[in-house]
């Protein structure tokens, strides 16, 4: 479906929205959406970076690499994300998605959002919601995966949130020993600092990346950052 407009000035019509009518931009959003023909705004944003050709996007990684997907809020990363492993589970890959975030029927309900049959990939594809969910447990997890599996880590700045887990810095040097062991491919989910201000420059960048504890990003092989249906491709190290 094609928009009427590009993303960034339909937000900007929304933004305009929610000041004249004293609602919230969340809702402002969704009526913008409404009158393109779409559900919500997250399903536009969806759709729109479906212009992005995924495809493309997975043909850059490789087995052992260590991806970064990074986006502020409503901008797409978690479906990016997950559109990553549906193509990998199309080459028959196993697909894996690591969430302190979200439940199951969310995740599922992100499949039809980006035009994929969860029912397609069953056999491949696994969730897991635990709140032990560390490096270890990722490993524990992933310990008998083969070759080509591709792991999403939602999100990067949980991983230490809890005083008994692991510095983020030692669980993402962890598991980059682990994938480069196993041959896996690992996206981890970023925020972006609220702080990044689009009208200095169209997409995130490294600089922008969320670290409230310490983190080396040479550490990431690759790096997609997302804004209003642009993506930017970075090469981390």
């Given at each position: 479906?094609?928009?009427?407009?590009?993303?960034?000035?339909?937000?900007?019509?929304?933004?305009?929205?929610?000041?004249?009518?004293?609602?919230?931009?969340?809702?402002?959003?969704?009526r913008i959406a409404a009158s393109e023909g779409f559900e919500?705004?997250?399903?536009?944003?969806?759709?729109?970076?479906?212009?992005?050709?995924?495809?493309?996007?997975?043909?850059?990684?490789?087995?052992?690499?260590?991806?970064?997907?990074?986006?502020?809020?409503?901008?797409?990363?978690?479906?990016?994300?997950?559109?990553?492993?549906?193509?990998?589970?199309?080459?028959?890959?196993?697909?894996?998605?690591?969430?302190?975030?979200?439940?199951?029927?969310?995740?599922?309900?992100?499949?039809?959002?980006?035009?994929?049959?969860?029912?397609?990939?069953?056999?491949?594809?696994?969730?897991?919601?635990?709140?032990?969910?560390?490096?270890?447990?990722?490993?524990?997890?992933?310990?008998?995966?083969?070759?080509?599996?591709l792991a999403v880590v939602d999100y990067l700045q949980l991983?230490?949130?809890?005083?008994?887990?692991?510095?983020?810095?030692?669980?993402?040097?962890?598991?980059?020993?682990?994938?480069?062991?196993?041959?896996?491919?690992?996206?981890?989910?970023?925020?972006?600092?609220?702080?990044?201000?689009?009208?200095?420059?169209?997409?995130?960048?490294?600089?922008?990346?969320?670290?409230?504890?310490?983190?080396?990003?040479?550490?990431?092989?690759?790096?997609?950052?997302?804004?209003?249906?642009?993506?930017?491709?970075?090469?981390?190290?």
């Amino acid at each position: 479906m094609r928009l009427s407009a590009p993303v960034y000035h339909l937000k900007r019509k929304a933004r305009l929205l929610s000041r004249q009518q004293n609602i919230p931009l969340h809702a402002a959003l969704d009526r913008i959406a409404a009158s393109e023909g779409f559900e919500g705004w997250s399903l536009l944003s969806a759709r729109a970076n479906t212009d992005v050709s995924v495809s493309e996007l997975y043909s850059r990684l490789k087995p052992g690499d260590l991806v970064l997907v990074g986006a502020r809020p409503g901008h797409g990363k978690t479906l990016m994300s997950l559109r990553l492993a549906v193509e990998a589970m199309k080459l028959g890959n196993r697909g894996v998605f690591f969430t302190l975030e979200d439940t199951e029927t969310v995740v599922r309900n992100r499949f039809r959002m980006i035009d994929a049959d969860h029912a397609e990939f069953a056999a491949l594809f696994a969730f897991d919601n635990s709140d032990a969910i560390s490096a270890d447990y990722i490993i524990a997890k992933l310990a008998m995966a083969p070759s080509g599996t591709l792991a999403v880590v939602d999100y990067l700045q949980l991983l230490d949130q809890k005083r008994e887990k692991p510095e983020l810095m030692a669980q993402v040097q962890t598991l980059k020993a682990f994938a480069r062991d196993r041959g896996a491919i690992i996206v981890f989910i970023s925020q972006i600092d609220r702080s990044y201000d689009p009208a200095l420059k169209p997409v995130p960048d490294p600089e922008d990346v969320r670290l409230p504890n310490p983190l080396d990003l040479k550490l990431f092989d690759k790096m997609f950052f997302l804004h209003d249906g642009q993506v930017q491709i970075r090469a981390a190290s």
